[in-house]
């Protein structure tokens, strides 16, 4: 079987660059991609040619990877096929524009930009460019994931009637997030909302039907840093149309905080999908759950539930799991897509058009340099740890 090998380039050198680029090394064919192979060929820091090629040493990369000391050499390299963009939530727009007008392929991480008019911009630049473009959501494509699509594809649950997800990191602001840190800095779009409220969102759209995974009604409740003014906590309600023609509205709660803990003990709820026949309960990290469980029961308030499944094993040795959307990636071009059916522009553009509606019901505003359609822009520096 002939191999389809994709050449990545990564655009940033931060932690989870690092973890990304680990995981291209690993043989997708233990995870059964025979047909499908991942070289990185070049990284880019911004800083200088000596960090990239320090990240290189550190990831152990090929000897045949580039370091590059922009990222302009690295998006116009001919020997690249796709940019991954691994820069904070505010360099993501005019990151991704870059790699687009240079026509490169681009999986860009969460969330995809900082407002819905700029995914839509992006979206018809790919298109008129005709190259792929994905949000990097890595938890849609972890097998715990695909499961869980599966079981409610297959009504394990009966009808889904109410979704709850949260996604609290637990930080000491003071100690763990000293200032500087993106994730309370507003000049990088820090805060709860785009960086762990993202994930609790995404969990509820795909715990819904296609056909319904615009919400009716959004209703939110936000408390801010009083210092750097970025959201701490977000939490969210929303009410979703029925999933079938005599079903009731499903209400969905997700939520996002930086200062409580999801994951308490390692075995906390932290996604309850739940239906009139049971639940299915995620445990752990939202972004890489640790154990996935379902309930099942038969309809009735006097009717008690039992385990029916119970599994931990959700990664296989090695990985750390971004693997499993730089698979798609490969899969998706290899097709000749611009798009991924799993992680569809449509979903990318409902979430960013949630989290705007968020914002302006608490007035979280970004400064204008990074919420602008405009390209190119310079943007202030990446003055974060991670």
């Known amino acids: 079987m002939a191999i389809n090998e994709l050449r990545w380039g990564i655009l940033g050198t931060g932690s989870i660059a690092k973890k990304f680029a680990k995981d291209l090394l690993v043989d997708p064919a233990t995870r059964r991609h025979g047909n499908i192979g991942h070289l990185l060929s070049g990284v880019a820091s911004s800083r200088s040619d000596d960090v990239a090629q320090e990240f290189i040493n550190t990831v152990q990369a090929p000897s045949y990877c580039h370091a590059y000391g922009n990222y302009s050499d690295l998006v116009n390299c001919p020997i690249i096929d796709v940019i991954y963009?691994?820069?904070?939530?505010?360099?993501?727009?005019?990151?991704?524009?870059?790699?687009?007008?240079?026509?490169?392929?681009?999986?860009?991480?969460?969330?995809?930009?900082?407002?819905?008019?700029?995914?839509?911009?992006?979206?018809?630049?790919?298109?008129?460019?005709?190259?792929?473009?994905?949000?990097?959501?890595?938890t849609r494509f972890l097998p715990v994931s695909v499961e869980v699509r599966r079981l409610l594809q297959a009504g394990v649950i009966g009808t889904v009637t109410h979704v709850f997800a949260d996604n609290g990191l637990g930080a000491d602001l003071h100690r763990?997030?000293?200032?500087?840190?993106?994730?309370?800095?507003?000049?990088?779009?820090?805060?709860?909302?785009?960086?762990?409220?993202?994930?609790?969102?995404?969990?509820?759209?795909?715990?819904?039907?296609?056909?319904?995974?615009?919400?009716?009604?959004?209703?939110?409740?936000?408390?801010?840093?009083?210092?750097?003014?970025?959201?701490?906590?977000t939490t969210i309600?929303?009410?979703?149309?029925?999933?079938?023609?005599?079903?009731?509205?499903?209400?969905?709660?997700?939520?996002?905080?930086?200062?409580?803990?999801?994951?308490?003990?390692?075995?906390?709820?932290?996604?309850?999908?739940?239906?009139?026949?049971?639940?299915?309960?995620?445990?752990?990290?939202?972004?890489?759950?640790?154990?996935?469980?379902?309930?099942?029961?038969?309809?009735?308030?006097?009717?008690r539930g039992f385990i029916s499944s119970d599994r931990t094993d959700l990664l296989p040795d090695g990985a750390y799991g971004l693997c499993f959307e730089a698979d798609e990636v490969a899969r998706c071009i290899c097709e000749g897509l611009l798009e991924s059916p799993e992680m569809p522009w449509l979903e990318s553009l409902t979430v960013m058009e949630i989290m705007d509606a968020v914002r302006r019901e608490n007035d979280l505003q970004f400064p204008k340099e990074i919420e602008t359609l405009e390209y190119p822009v310079a943007l202030p520096p990446k003055r974060c740890r991670n």
């Open 85 to 138: 963009i691994a820069t904070p939530h505010s360099h993501h727009f005019q990151n991704a524009m870059l790699a687009l007008e240079a026509g490169k392929h681009v999986l860009c991480e969460k969330s995809l930009t900082v407002n819905a008019a700029q995914v839509k911009k992006l979206f018809a630049i790919a298109k008129q460019k005709q190259c792929f473009l994905m949000e990097g959501l890595w």
């Open 176 to 233: 763990d997030l000293a200032t500087g840190d993106r994730m309370v800095v507003k000049e990088l779009a820090g805060g709860a909302l785009l960086d762990l409220g993202v994930y609790s969102i995404h969990w509820v759209l795909q715990a819904l039907s296609k056909e319904i995974r615009r919400p009716n009604q959004i209703l939110s409740t936000m408390t801010k840093n009083p210092i750097s003014g970025v959201d701490e906590t």
């Open 237 to 303: 309600l929303m009410k979703f149309a029925p999933s079938t023609a005599d079903g009731p509205e499903i209400q969905v709660t997700a939520s996002g905080s930086l200062r409580t803990t999801t994951n308490t003990v390692g075995e906390t709820t932290a996604v309850r999908i739940q239906g009139d026949q049971g639940e299915i309960q995620i445990f752990g990290w939202p972004w890489c759950p640790s154990r996935l469980r379902v309930i099942s029961r038969s309809p009735g308030m006097n009717s």
